[in-house]
C-alpha cells in the first residue's frame, strides 16, 4: 500500500493593522506568527505582492501578516482553513490584548507548498470582481422594474403592503452578504434575504418554493404553471434529477443553517455532510437564488400584490411575468448550466 503524500503548506494572510503593532518584531499567537518582516521565501513576497495588486490594495500603506501552517491537506482546504482560523486568532488575540489595537485579515494574501517551493497568491473571485462593461437604461423611470422601485422609495410603505416591505428586508441582507469576506457569513446573509420573501409560518420548509424561484417547480407550483410552460421544464434532460438534487441540497442547507443560528456551530463543525460538489453548487446557488426571488417579488408588486403569501398562490403569474422566453429556457440556460460546470478557479 503506497501511503499518501503529504505536505506542508504555509498560510500567510494579510493584516489591516492601525497602528500597525508588528513593524519590528514577531507575535507568536498559539500556532499563528503575526509579523510584518520580509519573508525568507522570496516567492511569499512576490505572491503577497501580485495578490494585493489584483485586489487593488494600497501597497503604502502599513501592513501585518499572520501566517500558520497546514500539514496534509490541500490548496482549497488550506485557504478555508486558514481565513476561518487566522480570524478566530486575531479576535481571541484581541481580547487578551484589550485597547492594543486592531487587526482584521484582508482578503488578499497567498499559500506556499513547501514540498515544492510553489507560492500562489490569492485572487478576486467573480463575486468580487464582476465582468464590467458599459450600461445603459433607457426610459428607467417608466419600465418595469425601475418604475417599482422607484414607487416603493417614493411611496407611504403601506402601498406597497407587507410584500414591499418583504423586499426591503431583503436588500438589506443581501447587500450586507456582498460586504462579508467568507462565504458561510454571506451563506447566513444570503438566507435571511431569501427568507424574507418566502416564509409565512415559523415551521414552514422553504425548500419547495426556493425550487421554484429558481424555474424547477413541484406540485403546486408546477400545477400553475400553463401547460406548455410545464411542459417544456418536464423535457429539460434530467429535470426531475436536477430538482431532487437541489431539494436534498437545500435541505442539508437549512439544517446548517439552524446548527449555526440555534446552537452557535461554527461552519466547518456543521457542513461535513455536504459533499464538495454540494458545497460549490451552494455558493453558485445563494446568489442566484436571491437575485430570483427578489425579481420575483418585483413582478409580484408590478402586478399589484401586497403580501408574500399572495405572491406565492400567484406564482405562476409573478415568474412569467414579461418573460421574453419560456421559464424552462431560462431554467435550463442559467440555473442548471451554472450548477453543472465544473470548479473554477474564480468561485468563492
Known amino acids: 500500500m503506497v501511503a499518501p503524500n503529504i505536505s506542508d503548506w504555509i498560510f500567510c494572510g494579510l493584516l489591516e493593522s492601525f497602528p500597525l503593532l508588528v513593524e519590528h518584531n514577531r507575535i507568536s499567537c498559539g500556532m499563528f506568527e503575526i509579523t510584518s518582516n520580509p519573508e525568507p521565501f522570496e516567492s511569499i513576497e512576490y505572491a503577497l505582492d501580485q495578490s494585493i495588486e489584483a485586489y487593488k490594495l494600497n501597497q ?43 487587526m482584521k485579515l484582508t482578503r488578499a494574501g497567498c499559500i506556499f507548498d513547501l514540498i515544492n517551493g510553489v507560492a500562489k497568491p490569492f485572487l478576486p473571485s467573480l463575486r468580487e470582481r464582476p465582468p ?21 422609495l417614493s411611496s407611504p410603505t403601506e402601498r406597497y403592503g407587507s410584500l414591499g416591505m418583504a423586499l426591503r428586508r431583503s436588500t438589506h441582507w443581501s447587500d450586507l ?10 451563506f447566513l446573509l444570503y ?27 413541484s406540485r403546486r407550483y408546477l400545477q400553475q404553471l400553463p401547460a406548455h410552460e410545464r411542459n417544456l421544464l418536464l423535457v429539460i434532460p ?5 430538482r431532487r438534487n437541489l431539494i436534498t441540497l437545500f435541505d442539508k442547507a437549512r439544517n446548517i443553517r439552524n446548527e449555526i443560528v440555534h446552537k452557535g456551530f461554527r461552519a466547518d ?29 418585483l413582478n409580484g408588486l408590478a402586478l399589484g400584490i401586497t403580501s408574500v403569501d399572495e405572491m406565492w398562490k400567484r406564482y405562476s403569474d409573478c415568474i412569467l411575468f414579461q418573460l421574453q422566453e419560456p421559464l424552462a429556457h431560462t431554467t435550463q440556460g442559467t440555473v442548471i448550466f451554472a450548477i453543472s460546470q465544473p470548479e473554477s478557479p474564480l468561485d468563492d
Open 132 to 152: 464590467g462593461g458599459i450600461i445603459a437604461i433607457m426610459n428607467h423611470m417608466a419600465t418595469h422594474p425601475g418604475l417599482i422601485i422607484n414607487r416603493i
Open 269 to 297: 463543525e456543521v457542513t461535513r455532510d455536504l459533499s464538495e460538489i454540494e458545497e460549490l453548487r451552494l455558493r453558485r446557488l445563494m446568489p442566484m437564488l436571491k437575485v430570483w426571488l427578489q425579481n420575483l417579488t
Open 191 to 217: 438566507w435571511m434575504a431569501c427568507e424574507s420573501l418566502t416564509r409565512l409560518s415559523e415551521n414552514e420548509t422553504l425548500t419547495s418554493k426556493f425550487c421554484a424561484a429558481l424555474g424547477l417547480p
Open 60 to 102: 503604502r500603506q502599513p501592513r501585518g501578516k499572520i501566517k500558520t501552517f497546514f500539514l496534509g491537506a490541500d490548496e482549497k482546504s488550506v485557504i478555508a482553513s486558514g481565513r476561518l482560523y487566522a480570524r478566530e486568532a486575531l479576535s481571541l488575540f484581541g481580547i487578551a490584548h484589550f485597547g492594543f489595537g486592531s
Open 238 to 242: 434530467d429535470f426531475r434529477i436536477w
Open 177 to 186: 452578504a456582498t460586504e462579508a469576506n467568507e462565504f458561510w457569513d454571506r
